[in-house]
């Protein structure tokens, strides 16, 4: 039987054994240390999304370029655990979404997720509805280290003011990036070709609908045709590497000629897309079904995103699409 003064002696190793580890832990997390500042015109900080990107420079993230300069004081916690407080210069995170929104030709949503992400791997996640005033991009040069690597040098962390640290102190950045998500499309319950013809501005048009749970959904490529000529058109393009549809209201249509064609039921084939949709640079919250390899999409959907009026003539059972020519 152990005796208690044994019990207490392997009590207190094993304590320190942990102590040790916790220090240890902490030992090889990143560390930073002050460099110069670059050059003003020196890209320092990009935001990306759906495969585009804008850059901004030191300039840009000192407050002396296209953005208006912010002070802010901040709470952060020391190397100990205590609270600690610090002034950091900056711009504002709202004002580097607005400029990236007219840049890139995109419109954010409020529910996209910002991801954060280190030099080392790090990454803090938020939405873009949450980014207020007290969300601030601050000039922060340093070299990036830890007991194994040396990272790239980072001249930009994001801080955001509050009684306690750090949901978004985020430090030794280079980018930060909203990726776009496919819509949250639920499985189809019943899937049949559609019987409904299709019009457009009075003219009919053959190609495959498929009715799913009482709705009717066309192949995106198979509409963009059929309004190639018209008021309505858009063009459509996809990435493979990010799985991104995306379509452009007043571009041209370029046919890759599969379009219009009669298909055989490929009904038990649908399934929901892992495709995430940008319909004029707005994530699409639409349901897309993929179906043999197509995205298709409710025809009520597409005419809200491009701007043209869906009707239903019962008496033919015909769905009536109208452009103004």
Same mark, same amino acid.
């Given at each position: 039987?152990?005796?208690?003064?044994?019990?207490?002696?392997?009590?207190?190793?094993? &304590?320190?054994?942990?102590?040790?580890?916790?220090?240890?832990?902490?030992?090889?997390?990143?560390?930073?240390?002050?460099?110069?500042?670059?050059?003003?015109?020196?890209?320092?900080?990009?935001?990306?999304?759906?495969?585009?990107?804008?850059? #901004?420079?030191? +300039?840009?993230?000192?407050?002396?370029?296209?953005?208006?300069?912010?002070?802010?004081?901040?709470? +952060?916690?020391?190397?100990?655990?205590?609270? %600690?407080?610090?002034?950091?210069?900056?711009?504002?995170?709202?004002?580097?979404?607005?400029?990236?929104?007219?840049?890139?030709?995109?419109?954010?949503?409020?529910?996209?997720?910002?991801?954060? /992400?280190?030099?080392?791997?790090?990454?803090?996640?938020?939405?873009?509805?949450?980014?207020?005033?007290?969300?601030?991009?601050?000039? %922060?040069?340093?070299?990036?280290?830890? %007991?194994?690597?040396?990272?790239? !040098?980072?001249?930009?962390?994001?801080?955001?003011?509050?009684?306690?640290?750090?949901?978004?102190?985020?430090?030794?950045?280079?980018?930060?990036?909203?990726?776009?998500?496919?819509? +949250?499309?639920?499985?189809?319950?019943?899937?049949?070709?559609? *019987?409904?013809?299709?019009?457009?501005?009075?003219?009919?048009?053959?190609?495959?609908?498929?009715?799913?749970?009482?709705?009717?959904?066309?192949?995106?490529?198979?509409?963009?045709?059929?309004?190639?000529?018209?008021?309505?058109?858009?063009? /459509?393009? #996809?990435?493979?590497?990010?799985?991104? /549809?995306?379509?452009?209201?007043?571009?041209?249509?370029?046919?890759?000629?599969?379009?219009?064609?009669?298909?055989? %039921?490929?009904?038990?084939?649908?399934?929901?897309?892992?495709?995430?949709?940008?319909?004029?640079?707005?994530?699409?919250?639409?349901?897309?079904?993929? &179906?043999?390899?197509? !995205?298709?999409?409710?025809?009520?959907?597409?005419?809200?995103?491009?701007?043209?009026?869906?009707?239903?003539?019962?008496? *033919?059972?015909?769905?009536?699409?109208?452009?103004?020519?």
């Amino acid at each position: 039987m152990m005796k208690k003064s044994s019990k207490a002696v392997i009590c207190i190793i094993l &304590i320190l054994t942990l102590i040790l580890a916790v220090s240890a832990m902490a030992m090889a997390k990143t560390s930073s240390e002050p460099v110069a500042a670059p050059a003003a015109d020196t890209v320092v900080f990009t935001l990306s999304h759906a495969g585009k990107t804008a850059e #901004y420079t030191w +300039a840009d993230i000192k407050g002396e370029g296209r953005f208006t300069a912010h002070t802010a004081t901040y709470a +952060a916690k020391n190397a100990i655990g205590e609270q %600690d407080e610090e002034d950091w210069s900056g711009v504002l995170l709202k004002d580097i979404l607005a400029d990236a929104e007219k840049q890139l030709g995109l419109s954010f949503d409020g529910s996209q997720y910002i991801k954060a /992400v280190a030099v080392d791997g790090y990454m803090v996640a938020f939405t873009v509805a949450e980014v207020d005033d007290s969300y601030m991009v601050a000039a %922060d040069p340093v070299r990036n280290f830890d %007991d194994e690597n040396t990272y790239a !040098n980072s001249y930009v962390r994001i801080l955001r003011e509050a009684e306690t640290s750090n949901i978004a102190n985020i430090r030794c950045l280079t980018g930060i990036d909203l990726p776009v998500s496919a819509a +949250a499309t639920p499985q189809a319950q019943k899937v049949q070709l559609s *019987s409904q013809k299709l019009k457009v501005n009075g003219q009919a048009v053959a190609c495959a609908a498929y009715n799913i749970d009482g709705a009717n959904y066309f192949m995106l490529r198979d509409i963009a045709y059929a309004l190639k000529d018209s008021k309505a058109c858009f063009s /459509v393009d #996809y990435d493979e590497q990010l799985g991104l /549809v995306t379509a452009q209201s007043g571009e041209d249509y370029i046919a890759n000629g599969n379009e219009h064609k009669q298909q055989e %039921d490929s009904s038990a084939a649908c399934v929901p897309s892992t495709h995430a949709a940008l319909f004029n640079g707005k994530a699409s919250t639409a349901p897309c079904y993929n &179906i043999g390899g197509s !995205n298709y999409f409710q025809l009520r959907a597409l005419g809200e995103a491009f701007g043209f009026s869906v009707d239903y003539d019962a008496s *033919s059972s015909t769905m009536l699409v109208t452009t103004n020519e």
